[in-house]
């Protein structure tokens, strides 16, 4: 699964300033991936309420991931 974080700042073309947790290599290469394919990552262009950001929750609820991404 691919998380990209929140960090924006090298990838202010493809993704807004509203990602949720951290980046792993996989948000990586999707970072990539959206840049060499001029694709945006609409999940992080508005601001969400913090309940809304992550999509994916561990059993337990205590580790929470934004991993469904929607690139146009």
Not at 24 to 44: P, Q, S, V
Request: glycine letters at 8%.
């Amino acid at each position: 699964n691919a998380k990209i974080g929140t960090e924006n700042a090298d990838w202010k073309s493809v993704m807004g300033k509203y990602g949720y947790g951290d980046k792993n290599e996989r948000g990586e290469r999707l970072l990539e991936f959206a840049t060499t394919h001029d694709l945006y990552i609409c999940n992080t262009r508005l601001q969400q309420k913090p309940n809304r950001k992550w999509t994916w929750a561990s059993p337990d609820g205590i580790h929470k991931n934004m991993i469904d991404l929607i690139l146009i």
